[in-house]
């Protein structure tokens, strides 16, 4: 039986669905043809809050993999990076500045990356995030009573959306007024940063969706696509896609980088 390595995709929907049928780690192990420890190894780094799932922990390995090859961001960038984050700077700024000023490409997304270890670890930086700044829901949070039915995930949107390369991709969030009596809808296309918001007497999802239909509906040959999180607020999405013609996605729950410009937009 071989040590230690690195596990693909098709081989944790195989450990998936052994743990399912009730097979101990040293038999899945048996089975898929690793050593006993990667499997221990595997339920213990890759599980969620709703146990261990495949895609899920696939993503999760593949996040860990990339920070662990980026030595050649050396401690003092990252020194950089963390002084500018404690002044309030976003991940967006951070990275426009170091490239400005400084000749370090480095982007958003893994600086983004960097908070949540620093996170996980019990640091403190993603308080400074802008979106801690006011109150807000609980970001991901949702209720499990099948309000987001047929949810489409952010995996299956278009890859010409990461590029910003064209008007038309928007992101979606509502911001919680102060005793959560009121809310804003806050709506950001991607390339052009165009911010349109407008307030809801409450954050129900008929009243978020009708809010995004009167912002978006005198733009609709300029939405192809929404991303949103997986707030029960955005239920009526197929409603919404339905009327606009366009794909409704939903980022992972907790991967607030996922829809960056939004976020920090929200918190000028």
Not at 119 to 128: A, N
Request: aromatic share 8%; net charge positive; with cysteine.
């Amino acid at each position: 039986m071989r040590g230690y390595t690195q596990l693909t995709q098709e081989q944790r929907y195989q450990i998936h669905a052994l743990m399912k049928a009730g097979h101990y780690p040293t038999e899945i192990a048996r089975i898929i043809d690793v050593h006993k420890s990667t499997i221990s190894r595997e339920s213990a780094r890759n599980r969620g809050l709703r146990g261990y799932r495949p895609t899920q922990a696939h993503r999760f390995a593949m996040n860990r993999r990339q920070y662990k090859v980026r030595p050649r961001i050396g401690d003092k960038t990252w020194i950089l990076v963390e002084m500018a984050l404690r002044e309030d700077w976003s991940p967006e700024q951070v990275s426009l500045w170091l490239r400005s000023n400084r000749g370090i490409r480095i982007s958003h997304e893994w600086i983004y990356q960097y908070v949540l270890n620093d996170k996980l670890s019990g640091g403190d930086l993603y308080h400074h995030l802008r979106c801690q700044k006011i109150r807000r829901k609980r970001y991901g949070a949702y209720s499990r009573r099948g309000q987001l039915i047929n949810r489409v995930s952010i995996d299956e949107r278009p890859p010409i959306v990461d590029r910003r390369c064209r008007i038309g991709d928007w992101e979606l969030d509502t911001i919680i007024g102060k005793g959560h009596k009121q809310a804003i809808v806050s709506l950001t296309e991607r390339k052009s940063r165009l911010t349109l918001i407008r307030k809801v007497g409450h954050k129900s999802a008929d009243k978020v969706a009708s809010a995004i239909l009167h912002l978006l509906k005198p733009l609709t040959h300029r939405v192809h696509t929404m991303t949103s999180d997986n707030g029960k607020e955005f239920a009526r999405h197929e409603t919404i896609a339905d009327r606009l013609k366009a794909r409704f996605y939903f980022a992972h729950p907790y991967a607030s980088w996922e829809r960056g410009l939004n976020e920090n937009t929200n918190g000028l």
